[in-house]
Structures are given as C-alpha cells and as structure tokens.
C-alpha cells in the first residue's frame, strides 16, 4: 500500500531544540556517550555484549566505592532501582522506618505501604534534614527490618549525611537504603564504607546519560535478608532472584536487556573514573560555590543552609512578587536553558537549579546568572546588576 503523500508533512524530521540543561534533570549528555550509544546494537548474549556487562559492573563498583558483587543496573529509571530494592527485601507485616524531608522519601514511604509493611515515617519540613535521635526513637520498640533514607534529595537540595544512621540502623539489626540518584558521580558516595545495605541511583544526573537505567547495590547482609524471605517476591520483572542469573556467572536470560543504553552508561562510568573521583566531587563543588555566590550577590536567598546543601541541585528561593513560571519560560524560550520549579510543599517557592555532570561547567554557571539577571530586572525584582558575575570571578576557575 503506497505511504500518504502528505504524511511527511504531518510528521516532519524530529529535530528537538539544543538546550542547556540545568534544571533537577536530565542533565546533559555527554557527547561521548552520544557516540558511544550510537554504535550497532548486538544481542543481549552475544560474548562481546557479555563482557560489556562485567566491565559496566566492574565501573559500578568503583564509582559507588563497593565490592558488593550483586551491583548492576536495573532496566527502568532511578524510581525502578527504588522499587527493586524495596519489592526484594520487604515483606507484608515488616517494619519500615522512612525518612520524609522532600517529595522521593514520600515515594518511598507510598511503595513500603504498597508492599504491605508497617510504615514509621519520620516527617521534617522539606529543606531540613533529619537528626539522629529522631531515627533511633522510630526503630524503638518493635523489631525494624528497613530505614530508607534519601542521600540527596532532588526535590529541595539537601544533603543527608549516611554512616550514623547506618550504625544506628545496624545496631537493631536493620537494612540501611540510600537513596543515591542525584548524588552519584556528583559527591562520594561510599556504600562500604558508610555501610548502606541497599543503594540505588539514575544515569541522567551526575553520570550526565541519558534516563533509563538505574544502577543498584546489594551489601551481603541484604543478600542474606533476600535469601531469608518467606514469600515470593512481588514484581517478576524486578526479582533479584532472578536477575542474578542474567547479571551474575550464568548469564541465563531474563529480558531483553536495552543494549545501546548500556552502551551509555559503560561510557559515562569510564568519563567520571578517567577524571577522577575526587577531581569530579571537587568540580562540582566548585560550580555549585559559584553559583551560590552568585546568586546571593543580586540579592536572592538558598533554600538550604550551607552546612547541608547539595552544590549540584541547588534551590533558590523565589523573590516576592516574581512570576515563578514567567522567570522559567523565558529562561527556556529566550536563553535554551532548562532550570526547575518546586515540587510538593515547594511548588511555586523555589527555583531548582541543577550542575550535575556535563553541566557542571563554569560557562553554565556564568549564562544562568546573566540570564537571570536580565529576567528578573525586566519583572521588576528588587536585586543588584552585575553583582552575581562579579562575586563569581572572585572564585576563579
């Protein structure tokens, strides 16, 4: 059957605009893993893709600083990596302490509850972290099997500091679940170390990939709290029962895994490992210096004190009387540049300005703030010109 002669016209050449982007992600992409994910796609058991597995495994070790050997990507974005480390290690009548400062502890909590466990939330307003004290008294009294903590949290910039909890967590014979999608490759991140059981995280922050994988990790005592369930696991498709036979020495097919995507991620892993760790931590830390800098030159306020901001997602508190949308639009429409609203309790109150990866680059910081600036003047805001580029060149490269 001959094709329409106006279906061309109907369905023109996807060609999607160049943007800059600076929101809570996806962050950009790093042209070499644009490459690499274009090279020709092999079966998902092809020998050369089987070693392409190992060595994306091995890279994953490094970079989530583990030798736990159940680590390896789950097909589906960061929220698949949290159900596949929840379906796998609660089962109905568990209890499960969740820690609740922003709209992904939340999430957490709602998939607990879904998989029938008994749900302590501890509950602080969305850009505070929590104390210690306050996940000791949840995990008092009644046997706890679980704390899920978010690490960084995408939704209002704050940083949760990891190995108290873990200790806290471990002393009543608990799981510790991290929470790493917008700290991996962007601030350390040390699963043995800090002892967390159970870590998962996204390609498309800080590993600058694109979203469709979700890198996780299992500590031996969560494997052994896997092996010691008495039902099955719930989700077929997210059983690590399962995909430990893919994934470990017998490579026994489970689903058709998404080759070139992996591609990605293989390459994304050697481009943070080939700058270093440390170099990598220290460059956004750097970036995100500035940017504060900046934004507190022209006279606006974070969100988050210094002592638990995250300098890769930073929120920036809206001024009084600027439209929160018009500021977002004419970023993207007028400058190609993406940053984010607020979610939940912060919808309408923040700006989420996101430097991870590939876009955490001087040049982006010093676009943003001029951009900004020139917004904000237009609406009639109440800040400082040329204060924001100036307090940044005193930081330096």
């Known amino acids: 059957m ?3 002669p106006h279906f061309r016209q109907d369905f023109p050449q996807l060609d999607p605009p160049v943007r800059t982007l600076m929101g809570p992600g996806p962050s950009d992409i790093h042209p070499r893993v644009l490459q690499a994910m274009a090279a020709p796609t092999i079966g998902h058991l092809d020998p050369a893709f089987l070693r392409c ?6 890279l994953l070790q490094q970079v989530f600083q583990t030798k736990n050997k159940l680590t390896f990507p789950v097909s589906g974005t960061g929220s698949a990596g949290m159900e596949c480390c929840m379906v796998n290690v609660i089962e109905p009548g568990d209890r499960v302490v969740i820690a609740q400062n922003g709209v992904f502890g939340g999430r957490m909590a709602d998939i607990a509850e879904r998989l029938g466990a008994e749900v302590v939330k501890i509950q602080v307003p969305f850009g505070q972290k929590f104390e210690i004290d306050a996940v000791r008294t949840a995990m008092a009294g009644k046997p706890t099997k679980l704390v899920g903590v978010v690490h960084a949290e995408t939704s209002t910039g704050v940083l949760q500091a990891l190995p108290e909890i873990a200790a806290a967590a471990h002393e009543v014979g608990a799981l510790l679940l991290a929470d790493c999608v917008t700290s991996l490759g962007g601030m350390p991140v040390k699963l043995d170390e800090w002892g967390v059981d159970l870590a998962y995280s996204g390609t498309q922050k800080c590993l600058s990939c694109p979203p469709g994988l979700a890198p996780v990790s299992f500590s031996e005592r969560a494997v052994q709290a896997l092996k010691a369930r008495k039902t099955k696991v719930v989700s077929w498709y997210l059983d690590v029962t399962m995909l430990l036979n893919y994934w470990g020495g017998e490579r026994v097919y489970h689903h058709t895994a998404p080759i070139n995507m992996l591609y990605g991620l293989r ?11 440390e170099a990598v931590f220290a460059r ?3 970036h995100g210096d500035m940017l504060v800098a900046g934004v507190e030159a022209m006279g606006l306020a974070m969100l988050v004190p210094e002592a638990y901001r995250l300098p890769q997602l930073n929120t920036v508190v809206i001024p009084d009387g600027v439209d929160d949308a018009a500021v977002r639009r004419a970023l ?6 993406e940053i984010g609203g607020g979610l939940g309790d912060l919808k ?4 989420r300005v996101g430097l991870m990866g590939h876009a955490s680059r001087r040049e982006n910081v010093v676009s943003f703030l001029a951009a900004l600036e020139s917004i904000l003047l237009q609406q009639g805001a109440d800040i400082q010109p040329g204060a924001a580029l100036a307090a940044v060149a005193k930081i330096g490269a």
């Open 2 to 4: 001959p094709a329409h």
């Open 53 to 58: 597995m190992d060595e994306i495994q091995h």
């Open 267 to 277: 390459e994304a892993l050697l481009i943070v490992l080939e700058e270093g760790l």
């Open 284 to 286: 956004h830390q750097r």
């Open 332 to 337: 993207l429409q007028d400058y190609n540049i």
């Open 348 to 351: 309408g109150k923040v700006w």
